[in-house]
C-alpha cells in the first residue's frame, strides 16, 4: 500500500515504466501506459519505457486501420 502511489505516478508519466496484467502472444492485456490507474502488484508486468511507447504507437496505428 506504500508504495501505490508512487509506482501509480510513475506509470502514469510512462517516463519510468508500464504496466500490463498478462502478455498473450504479441498483445499485453490490460496495457495501461501514460495514463492514470489503479494497480496491483500481485498480478501485473512491468514493462520498460521504450518497449511501452513502441507498442502504444502500434496500438494506435491498428486501431486507425
Request: hydrophobic share 45%; charged share 20%.
Amino acid at each position: 500500500m506504500v508504495f501505490s502511489k508512487p509506482l501509480s505516478l510513475a506509470v502514469e508519466s510512462g517516463d519510468f515504466f508500464t504496466i500490463a496484467q498478462a502478455r498473450e502472444a504479441d498483445r499485453y492485456l490490460g496495457f495501461v501506459f501514460g495514463k492514470p490507474t489503479l494497480m496491483s502488484l500481485n498480478a501485473c508486468l512491468i514493462i520498460e519505457p521504450t518497449t511501452a511507447a513502441a507498442y502504444a504507437e502500434n496500438q494506435v496505428g491498428t486501431e486507425e486501420s
